[in-house]
């Protein structure tokens, strides 16, 4: 069963705008507050689907938060990860950086935090209108200090991945 607030994503994700869908190759970086539990899996998630699905997208993550800068993904993570056959033990831990917004067509962030703590760095409407929660008009909760949620959590965002994936798709 899909989680319960996946069922409004389609609709919610009609608002995006993407603003760059004739690249070949799309940018996209995964933002959330550490960098170690959930937007490392965005970027693996994402980076498996989009090879799957044929399509040439260079993924990445960031935090916001500078604690963990240089080290490797929580283990939660990358075990959940490796349970669902992806592999994001090599990521390694940075922090969100200005010059994102020029390096990338989209960024995603997690929560609302993370959406304020980017839009507060946003330089213009440009840089502002890249940024997107992942689930449209949902939170990716923050599992750091709950082992239960990392499945769950995994499962959120394969569910956001794919549906981005398949809003793109319609798009072009
Ligand atoms: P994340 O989770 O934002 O999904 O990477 C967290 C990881 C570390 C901390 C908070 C959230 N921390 O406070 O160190």
Redesign the pocket.
Known sequence: MQPSNFKTLPQTLQRFNFPTLQHSQMKILMV?????????LAEGIMQHLAKESGLDWYVDSA?T?N??IGQGP?HRSTRTALNHGVDISQQVCRLFKVSDFDEFDMIFV?DKSNLSDILAKARNSGDAKKVKLLLGDKIVP???YDDSQFEPVFNLIEAGCREIIKQMANES
Do not use: K, V
């Open positions: 959330c507050l550490g960098n170690i539990c959930r937007s490392p935090g938060g604690w963990h929580d997690m923050d599992p750091y």
